[in-house]
């Protein structure tokens, strides 16, 4: 998508009318929607996950593992995850878990299916792909999403010292953690860029070209890193959701996250369409 002609107006003004579209567009519905599905999706995928950890029998990796979630989460969210987490592993056997892991794909699904109609909507179109299209459509984009979100995150959360064990016990060289450390984030940032941008691609019936970076992917990262630092030190520091839900804290600041991220990705959305509608207009006679 080339946007040549909207650079050259003043930031405010494109701020101003992205911003109006994103609430007359009702984005806000969608985000919300988008969180609902993802609390549902993750419980039985990270069973899943630590079940498959699990069975490889590394224990060390999974402790290091742990750890660095733990840093990444707020307390009152690791310690309801780590607790119903516990539970269900411990209630369950291999069936069930696989029944979890269908049924997380199939929220996760939902939530896919919600951002199409809410990219559609951003766009102005109408859903042209039939039922039979769009249900086998979004579990094939699920499955593509959730592979490039696990190695972005797999890159944020694998500090130096979980690396330095891996080269260990893999008898990989010393100068492998050096890279890991300088590489880590600007990967993991890329990695995330181009997830978000694949998202923008697939998700709209309206045929887009495809570009690895793009200005809504880029405010998108940026608005969802300032969000979730801020919304993880106001949890940490005057938060008392634990105190005030009980049990339901933890459930409630994912939740919130949850929406938060929907918000800056769908904000990301409506940049692109605005600068798109431009780019449309400036090509008519």
Do not use: C
């Not at 996950?49 to 490889?56: E, K, Q, R, V, Y």
């Not at 792909?129 to 593509?144: D, F, Q």
């Not at 190695?151 to 492998?176: C, D, I, K, N, Q």
């Not at 984030?185 to 923008?200: C, K, Q, R, S």
């Amino acid at each position: 998508m080339r946007v040549p002609e909207p650079w050259g107006r003043r930031p405010w003004e494109l701020a101003t009318r992205t911003v109006r579209k994103f609430l007359d567009d009702d984005m806000t519905t969608y985000a919300a929607a988008l969180a609902f599905h993802m609390l549902l999706a993750l419980v039985p995928f990270v069973i899943f996950l630590l079940s498959f950890l699990g069975a490889l029998g590394l224990p060390d990796f999974f402790d290091r593992l742990r750890g660095q979630v733990q840093a990444a989460l707020p307390d009152d969210t690791f310690r309801g995850l780590v607790r119903v987490v516990g539970e269900v592993r411990e209630r369950t056997g291999g069936g069930l878990i696989s029944f979890g892991l269908l049924f997380a794909f199939w929220s996760a699904s939902a939530g896919v299916r919600s951002l199409m109609h809410a990219f559609n909507i951003i766009y102005g179109v109408a859903e042209s792909r039939p039922a039979r299209k769009l249900y086998p459509l979004s579990l094939l984009y699920t499955i593509g999403l959730v592979a490039l979100l696990i190695a972005a995150v797999s890159l944020m959360l694998v500090g130096p010292g979980t690396v330095r064990w891996l080269a260990g016990y893999f008898g990989l060289a010393e100068v492998v953690v050096g890279l890991w450390t300088w590489l880590r984030w600007p990967a993991a940032a890329l990695l995330l860029l181009l997830t978000i941008d694949v998202v923008y691609y697939v998700a709209p019936t309206i045929p887009l070209p495809f570009r690895l970076i793009t200005p809504g992917s880029i405010l998108a990262v940026a608005a969802w890193v300032v969000a979730a630092v801020g919304f993880s030190a106001y949890v940490s520091t005057f938060g008392s959701y634990g105190a005030t839900y009980g049990s339901l804290g933890g459930a409630i600041v994912l939740l919130l996250y949850f929406f938060i991220s929907g918000l800056a990705l769908l904000l990301g959305a409506e940049v692109n369409a605005v600068l798109y509608r431009d780019e449309v207009v400036s090509r008519e006679p």
